[in-house]
Each structure stands twice: as structure tokens, then as C-alpha cells.
């Protein structure tokens, strides 16, 4: 294990990062249908279309982007190291162009950096997978809202309609009453 080595100003030495790769994968939410079928109470279905996979203007898409476990290494070469002295002992930071890393990601070979980096990859994946499930959540409680107030909407339309259609027929029939 080279992790407590301490590295020198114009060493090379082996970064890890959880790297940002993305792949499509079909929504977890809809299964690549766009749509999504609630079940209300008394059984009726009411369609919807898939608020999980949706991209503004371009709607439901059925797939979403997730990233890949699997970290990334990159070579640098140490420009400045930073010290900090704590009752614990020395906390360095190290510095390459304009960026900064924590010794636990910093490695003498490829090899050990690349270990690291899958840990930190699946690490972020995990994170990334609760914040999905969150998400899940909230989107089928806003269906539920979604359904609740197009039903709602629907059935004061309906009630709407009759009340003109009742005016339409009073009226009718008062057109005809006033005929000779
Ligand atoms: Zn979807």
C-alpha cells in the first residue's frame, strides 16, 4: 500500500475520481412506455404520461441516463502540497494545475488508483440510486395529485356542461313557448 506515502512537489502519481461516465438505460419508471397507468380506488386506470423520464419540451422519453461504476484514473504531476498540522498529525493536501486532491486519492501506480476510483464510482452510484428512489416517490404522489385534479377538473367540466345543456334546453323550450 503506497495510501500513506507522502508524494513530493513534481512527482507523478495516479488520481482517483468516481469518474461521470452515463449510459441510457430504459426508465425504471415506465419500462421505455412513456406512460404510466394509476389505478384509482374504485379500479379505474387512468393513463398518464411518465413524469420520471421527462426532458422539458421533448416529454417522456423512456430512458433515462445512469452512470457507470466505473471510476477513472488520471496521471499528474504535483505542483504544490499543502500541510495542515492537527492534534492527529499532518493533514497534506496535494495540487496539480488548478485542481486538489486528499492523499486517500492520490497513488503511486495505476493499478491501486483504479481500485479506489470503482470504490468511489460505486459510492456514487449508491448515492445516486437513493436519490432515484426519493425521486420515485415524489413522482407517484404526483401522479396521484396529477390524476386527483384532472379527475377533478373532468368531472367540474362535466357538471359544467350539463348545467349549459340544461340553460340550452330551458331555453329551447322557452324559444318554442314564445312561438305562436
Ligand atoms: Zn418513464
Redesign the pocket.
Known amino acids: 500500500m503506497t495510501k500513506d506515502k507522502i508524494f513530493s512537489v513534481g512527482e507523478s502519481v495516479f488520481v482517483a475520481r468516481y469518474g461521470n461516465h452515463e449510459k441510457k438505460v430504459q426508465?425504471p419508471?415506465?419500462f421505455g412506455k412513456?406512460k404510466v397507468t394509476l389505478i384509482l380506488g374504485d379500479d379505474t386506470h387512468v393513463e398518464l404520461d411518465?413524469d420520471?423520464?421527462q426532458r422539458g419540451y421533448e416529454g417522456?422519453l423512456?430512458w433515462v441516463k445512469e452512470s457507470v461504476e466505473r471510476g477513472e484514473v488520471n496521471e499528474y504531476i504535483i505542483t504544490s502540497r499543502e500541510e495542515k498540522h492537527t492534534a492527529e498529525g499532518v493533514d497534506y493536501t496535494y495540487y496539480a494545475e488548478h485542481y486538489s486532491f486528499p492523499p486517500s486519492n492520490v497513488f503511486a501506480t495505476r493499478e491501486e488508483a483504479q481500485v479506489r476510483a470503482d470504490e468511489l464510482a460505486t459510492k456514487h452510484k449508491h448515492n445516486e440510486c437513493i436519490r432515484a428512489a426519493a425521486n420515485k416517490n415524489n413522482q407517484n404522489k404526483s401522479y396521484s395529485l396529477d390524476a386527483g385534479y384532472f379527475l377533478k377538473k373532468a368531472k367540474e367540466s362535466r357538471a359544467e356542461a350539463e348545467r349549459y345543456e340544461a340553460k340550452a334546453v330551458i331555453c329551447k323550450q322557452k324559444a318554442r313557448k314564445a312561438k305562436p
Open positions: 426508465c419508471v415506465c412513456k411518465c420520471y423520464c417522456s423512456g
